[in-house]
Each structure stands twice: as structure tokens, then as C-alpha cells.
């Protein structure tokens, strides 16, 4: 990975690193990149502790088709309604 770097460049990336967060916060930086590392390995290696399984359904779910007829029907044996139409002029 590190093949095509030379001690040259490494030296000049190090430079640029603590020229840009300066020498108090590397450190910190570390101490964060550290503990970001241990957490990805740690959630890798357990178990998700959230289950993402759906609960069983108590009523089995009727096929798409009879739902749609069961939800025609009340609506055929309603009784109609007229409808008044108001003549404008």
C-alpha cells in the first residue's frame, strides 16, 4: 500500500499535517481516529444488538385480491345518494 511512498513524501505529508492542525492537536486526532477504528471492529465483530426481524402477525394476511373485494363491497350495497344538480343563470 504504502510501496509507492518514499520517506520523502511521508516526511512532506507529516510536515503539511502539523502545519494544518499544528502540534496540540494531533494527539487528539489520533486519540479520535482510534476510537473510531475499535468501533467499526467492534460493531463488525458482535451481533447488531437492534433485531431488524418483523414480529409474526397475529391474522393472516388475505391475498390482494380478496381485499380489494372486500373493500367493494360496502360501498355497492350503500344506497345511492342522488344528486341535485343547481341549474346556474
Keep these: 500500500m504504502f ?3 518514499g ?13 494544518i492542525f499544528g502540534a496540540g492537536k494531533i494527539p487528539q486526532l489520533g486519540e479520535g ?9 467492534k460493531s463488525v465483530n458482535e451481533a447488531d444488538a437492534i433485531d431488524v426481524t418483523p414480529p409474526p402477525s397475529e391474522a393472516p394476511e388475505a391475498p390482494p385480491s380478496q381485499v380489494a373485494q372486500t373493500q367493494a ?3 355497492a350495497t350503500a344506497p345511492a345518494q ?8
Excluded: D
Excluded at 520517506?7 to 502545519?19: A, C, F, G, T
Excluded at 342522488?82 to 343563470?89: A, D, H, L, M
Design 3 to 5: 510501496g509507492s511512498f
Design 7 to 19: 520517506w520523502m513524501e511521508l516526511m512532506l505529508i507529516l510536515i503539511i499535517v502539523l502545519i
Design 33 to 41: 481516529l482510534g476510537k473510531a477504528i475499535k468501533g467499526f471492529k
Design 73 to 75: 363491497a360496502p360501498s
Design 82 to 89: 342522488p344528486v341535485k344538480q343547481v341549474k346556474q343563470g
